[in-house]
């Protein structure tokens, strides 16, 4: 494969863009080389600055469910655009798609449209806090809600790959009001709260964290939480931006029969546009202004061209049979990997959950982050590296989620496959 343009392209970014990118895990730094620049997507693939074509698995990391450059999102963006890229006035399409949110997620009874997966979990925190009157809040190691300065505590995806799991840049004090505790350690959540549990405003977490890689819950740990925050008062918030509408049609909730106080989204509801939102019921959320006296704003929250392209989404996401093709692909896919590195005689644990899954290099179990972050990240590296020289994108960390779509079909999996016996070979 030729990588000349983006070659060039990545020294020009670099010059202008810090470490190049918008984003530090697009960067490579946990896989080497250098990121290929995207030109163009279409279903399950996306072509780079060199005419290379890859099957995406990382879909803008999240939102594509649907695949790049559906034809019924496409549509709905352009007849928004047409009549107006922003208004910052009511229009109809916020209060389509925030029913559309109620009637997927149920734990769901008033929204607040925003514009990315930080400013739903940031907003949800500030609203927890002002409805309980009360400042601790509790993360779980490895989880990531977004560059949330009082969350990026142990935080997960690009920073457990950098290795730098508190970031600098955050007072002291804004640390000292976040507790954590490893996931799937019920005991060490009973500690907190015996100890604290009257000044716990919320426990915060990825139900199905995909930040550390993926992980699930063992049985009754999400229960056990629930029953937890219920006995002291603290809210108990899923962070649903990246398993939303991918763990199951509504979410890791709907999946485990679990009913947060309140739910964040992101990713999926903007249909690659930025869009993030916080729900709950109304006699938590109608604490927010212009009715309560807890202050959350956006100028282009519920933008018109966001919320035509989440509606759209969720249009066809809706359809009979769809969400159970993205969750088929990924077990195809999976199935397909975990038979080949035992081939191969290479030890990986793997993880999935609708369309959502992953692989660590690990002996396994993995139940935590502790566990998650004893992977062996340089053969992940070499295992990356050898899928993308074959044409096939995953996620250039091995602390994070791979995704499915319903573009993903038989030719894109075989692909994939091929692709894997070799790569494999390389990286054990
Ligand atoms: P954004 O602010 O990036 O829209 O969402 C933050 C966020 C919140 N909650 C969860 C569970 C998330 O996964 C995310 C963002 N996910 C990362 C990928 N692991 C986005 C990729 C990136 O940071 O570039």
Redesign the pocket.
Known sequence: MNFDRSAALWQEANKVLVGGVN????AFKAVGGHPFFAVSGKGAHVVDADGNDYVDYVLS??PLVLGHCHPHVEEAVRKALERGASFGIPTEAEIRLAEAITRWVPSIEKVRLVN??????MSAIRLARGYTGRDLIVKIEG?????VDGLLVKA???LTTFGTPTSPGIPAAYAACTLTMAYNDLDAARTIFAEKGDQIACIIL?PVP??MGLVLPEPGYLEGLRALTKQHGALLIF?????GFRAARGGAQERYGITPDLT?L??VIGGGL?V?AYGGPAAIMDRLSPVGPVYQAGTLSGNPLATAAGLATLDVLGQPGVFEQTENAMNTVCDGLGQIAKEAGVPVFQTRIGSMGCMFFHDGPVRNYAEATASDTKRYAAFFQGMLHRGVYLAPAQF??AFTSIAHGPAEIDRTLDAARGAMREAG
């Open positions: 984003s530090p895990v697009r990391w999240g990315s997966g930080t400013e739903a979990t989880c990531y809600h977004g560059h997960g995806s690009g990825e995909g930040n962070d649903e931006v990246m398993s964040c992101g990713k930025p993030g994070e989620t």
